[in-house]
């Protein structure tokens, strides 16, 4: 087992530094670009970021500087296709961690004085202020080009809510003007966002165009955005086939009374240009497109035109980032070898050997054209309950009609578990089994129906992470529907046949559990000690699109340990799962990795096939409402399908539950938190 162990050890160690160091090379544009981390204090707070500097650039030989921002729930490096591509080209780009996301906080007396703890509260303040200070400051830098009237030449893109801060941040560059009679910055594309939250605060499409200022502007309005982009008498739900330039405020951004048309530049009346972009793509798509970052690259071109002497003529559609995507991807896969290998590791070595128990043997595989029926249906429930629930959970929440389904099962299973535990008193023969399984029953339903019934997680200081709310909600949702499931099954079928805890890969050995979470603490720690390490050495992650393990700041860690509880008790219920529907004969290779993550993920998958296949073939999603939550789901496929791969892995090497629940725990809480936008840390 130790040589198996060094083995995953050192292969995943080569494929994270193959793919770190080629991560490195393209990030650079083949060391055309140097990148450096920076942070800057503000009136606001901190503002930190990935500044691409490419060769030649500096105090004598200023250039056009394109600051760059995503959106809600992400960090600068989900703009590394905009960054790479306009970066090797010549431009000066800062990707920008906007407050309270990534590497960049927000001064808590901010939040206070935009309501304190409330959703509104904590939402607005972040992107209101982000790309308008970091202007401020790369104007002052030496290497950012000015023009004889000390004019910034500055363009700002963001995506989503960078998209909004961005355009806040052309108003109020505007506003400054009339005062100052600089302008610091000179042109702006926004991708995924119209003027909906920026009317909230003033700058509805009519007051950013009087504050246009003879800029040069553009809009990435993706024809299946999941929010934005909706004609005025759109039907509810937003997760529809949209065409912005035929809506009144494409029109009047354009500065069009009747018509207009897609991908075509408009000049202005106050002497700017104007360009909607219109790619068939939904809303995170953006950022990991071939076409939208050709689109950012013709934008600056023109926009920049005039500046453009020490700028590299290379065509929109030649890139290299998607080479960058690829190796952090490779390692994102050795990070998995890594984290396996190591856990495997020393749970081989004295002492941390406590976390083992004796071989979890396999089961019999169930015979009979019944059980078999009966086992089939089970798992398909298991499967697609989650998915069933996903929009109920994380769009209505508790108290809603579907969710309330959820409340009335949970009493009735609780009372049915009342009962069950009167009979087995009087059940000489599986008194013990079923008195166990009785009291389960009762535990999860009442446990289901309270969930159900009672919002969990209510915005304040102390659930600040607002975007892993609903999050939580579902997945504990999700463990109490699961829970609730095994009880019953193990009531009905298995009470009766000796199956005992041990067959579920539980062990209530007190050492055992808190070595065992030792040894997931280490397996973390070493693991994301190399991750920083690559970030250090070649500014690399581990993703692919947007679900990544990537560095953060240890003020986080309070947050991480507020939620963990939540995700300790899916992935201890999930385990449970994985173990006993795939611990059987005909489940030792592969099937049981799929069955396993299929337990986990099976329902999202099924959830997001229907709702996007829907959206593309009618032009209208399953489920119209949820932009958000769908969204979500793309990065929490892969995070349950690792978690399953490594609960089942890790299972039968040590013949319980304990490692592989803690290690996903702490694992994907860690993850989900460092991706973010947390209030109040």
């Keep these: 087992m130790k040589k198996r162990a060094l083995i995953a050890i050192c292969i995943g160690i080569a494929l994270i530094l193959l793919g770190s160091i080629f991560a490195g090379v393209f990030n650079s544009g083949a060391a055309g670009t140097k990148i450096k981390r920076i942070s800057f204090e503000t009136a606001n707070g901190r503002l930190s970021g990935l500044l691409y500097m490419p060769k030649g650039a500096g105090a004598d030989n200023p250039r056009p500087t394109v600051i760059v921002t995503h959106g809600y729930l992400n960090s600068a490096e989900m703009q590394d296709a905009n960054a790479i591509e306009l970066s090797r080209r010549g431009y000066v780009v800062l990707a920008l961690d906007q407050y309270d996301h990534g590497h960049s906080d927000l001064n808590d007396a ?119 982009f909706n004609a005025p008498d ?72 005039d500046y453009n002497a020490n700028i590299r003529d290379v065509a929109a559609t030649k890139q290299v980032w998607q080479l960058k995507e690829i190796f952090e991807c490779v390692a994102l896969v050795g990070f998995i070898f890594l984290i396996i290998g190591v856990a495997s590791l020393l749970i081989e070595v004295p002492f941390f050997n406590k976390a083992k128990s004796p071989e979890l043997k396999p089961l019999p595989s169930v015979t009979g054209t019944s059980s078999k029926f009966g086992t089939f249906a089970l798992l398909l429930c298991l499967i697609l309950l989650p998915g069933i629930f996903f929009s109920p959970l994380m769009d209505g929440g508790a108290g809603s009609d579907m969710v309330n389904i959820l409340m009335y099962a949970g009493i009735a299973f609780a009372i049915a578990g009342c009962l069950g535990f009167i009979y087995s008193l009087f059940d000489k023969q599986n008194r013990k089994p079923l008195l166990i399984g009785t009291i389960f029953v009762m535990i999860a339903g009442v446990g289901l129906a309270l969930i159900a019934h009672f919002p969990m997680y209510p915005d304040g200081k102390t659930f600040s992470a607002l975007g892993v709310n609903s999050i939580a909600y579902w997945t504990i949702g999700c463990a109490a529907i699961a829970l609730l499931g095994m009880s019953v099954v193990y009531v009905a079928s298995k009470a009766n046949k000796g199956v005992t805890f041990k067959d579920y890969g539980v062990t209530f050995h007190p050492v055992r559990i808190l070595v065992s979470l030792l040894v997931a603490v280490i397996t973390i720690v070493v693991a994301y000690a190399v991750l920083f390490l690559m970030d250090l050495l070649f500014k690399a992650d581990f ?106 892995n890790l299972y039968k090497k040590t013949g319980n539950i304990w490692v592989p629940a803690f290690l996903n725990a702490i694992l994907m809480t860690t993850m989900t938190i460092a991706n973010t936008m947390i209030a109040f840390k």
């Excluded at 739900?237 to 069009?256: C, E, H, I, M, N």
């Design 234 to 305: 759109a039907p509810a739900g937003t997760v529809r086939r949209k065409d912005y330039v035929s809506t009144p405020d494409g029109l009047a951004f354009l500065q069009q009374t009747e018509s207009a048309q897609a991908n075509t530049w408009y000049e202005t009346s106050d002497g700017g240009k104007r360009i909607i972009y219109e790619p068939a793509q939904t809303h995170p798509w953006n950022h990991f497109s071939k076409n939208t970052t050709a689109y950012a690259v013709e934008f600056y071109t023109e926009a920049f035109k």
């Design 543 to 648: 993703r692919i699109w947007t679900f990544a393990f990537k560095t953060f700041d240890l003020a986080i860690i309070p947050k991480i340990l507020t939620y963990l509880p939540t995700f300790l008790l899916f992935y201890i219920v999930s385990t449970i799962s994985i173990t006993i529907n795939t611990n059987t004969e005909k489940l030792q290779g592969i099937k049981g990795y799929l069955l396993a993550i299929a337990l986990n993920a099976g329902g999202g998958m099924l959830w997001l096939i229907h709702q996007y296949g829907k959206l593309f073939a009618t032009g209208v999603a399953a489920h119209p409402g949820s932009a958000l939550s769908g969204i979500v789901l793309v990065a929490m496929i892969p995070t349950l399908s690792i978690a399953a791969i490594i609960s089942r």
């Design 110 to 228: 901010v939040y206070e004085a935009f309501g304190g703890e409330t959703f509104t509260g904590m939402w607005f303040p972040f992107w209101i202020n982000s790309m308008h200070d970091a202007v401020a400051y790369m104007y002052e830098q030496p290497y950012v080009l000015k023009d004889e009237a000390g004019n910034g030449i500055i363009g700002v893109t963001g995506h989503s809510m960078g998209g909004f801060g961005s355009t806040m941040a052309l108003a109020m560059d505007e506003q400054e003007a009339m005062a100052t009679g600089v302008r610091k910055i000179y042109c702006g594309l926004t991708e995924g966002s119209d003027f909906s939250y920026t009317g909230f605060v003033g700058i509805d499409v009519a007051a950013a165009d009087a504050l246009g200022g003879g800029r040069t502007m553009g809009k990435v309005a993706a024809q299946y955005d999941e929010f934005f």
